[in-house]
């Protein structure tokens, strides 16, 4: 069945550090890929997403391209932000239509100053 | 636009106990979700709503779980009776088009003891 697995935090950063957190999916079909992310106290939101191989989604100076060769997904940010502190979900969505999505277990960031 | 209203924030009620999770998702949009968040763990489909109608339940525990949206609009979800196991995160999420562009609500946290 589809299924996303991700790099296992917590994850700790000085800020202005280079961030990569892995993301790998198994899946039927063509999913359309996403990361939410979940700051504190708030609910997820929508981070960025791709929908086809090789587009890349970026949004707050965070970017993940869709690699159908190596099924990833991985979420990466030149500098991090002690704002950036959340809680990642990597998810995927199998069929347009059918848009149940299936997340990964989460990775934690910290960025301390 | 106002965003995926849920209540309570926090419950916490004994086992064998019933409790319900109500979710008012942003106007307009058709479809909703509820998704359970157990602790250290990524989001799972509970069920998915079409306007009034159920598109996926199938990851619904029907024994003791149940969700109605009347109209369309608002939607209840129920536990009855609740587990320990429940203790989760509740979230609603809703979407205009599909596709994995969800707007998540804060979510419901609650705890049988």
């Known amino acids: 069945g589809d299924s996303v697995t991700q790099m296992e935090g917590p994850v700790t950063l000085s800020e202005e550090a280079f961030l990569t957190i892995n993301c790998t999916y198994t899946a039927t079909g063509y999913p359309s890929l996403f990361w939410y992310v979940q700051y504190p106290g708030e609910g997820l939101q929508l981070l960025l997403k791709a929908t086809k191989a090789d587009d890349k989604g970026s949004n707050k100076g965070f970017e993940a391209t869709y690699r159908k060769e190596t099924t990833s997904f991985h979420l990466e940010k030149g500098s991090v932000q002690v704002s950036d502190s959340a809680v990642y979900f990597c998810a995927l969505s199998d069929q347009p239509g059918a848009n149940n999505l299936f997340f990964g277990t989460g990775t934690r960031l910290t960025v301390i100053p | 636009e106002a965003g995926v209203a849920q209540s309570p924030r926090y419950k916490i009620i004994e086992k064998r106990q019933s409790v319900a999770f109500w979710c008012n998702p942003i106007s307009g949009h058709a479809t909703l979700y509820w998704y359970q968040q157990i602790l250290g763990q990524g989001p799972k489909l509970l069920i998915q709503?079409?306007?009034?109608?159920?598109?996926?339940d199938s990851q619904l525990p029907k024994d003791r779980f149940s969700a109605e949206r009347l109209k369309g609009v608002d939607s209840t979800l129920k536990i009855q009776p609740a587990k320990l196991e429940d203790s989760a995160v509740y979230l609603c999420?809703?979407?205009?088009?599909?596709?994995?562009?969800?707007?998540f609500g804060s979510g419901t946290r609650l705890t049988v003891v």
């Open positions: 999420a809703s979407s205009f088009t599909g596709l994995g562009g969800y707007t």
């Open positions: 709503f079409q306007n009034n109608g159920v598109v996926d």
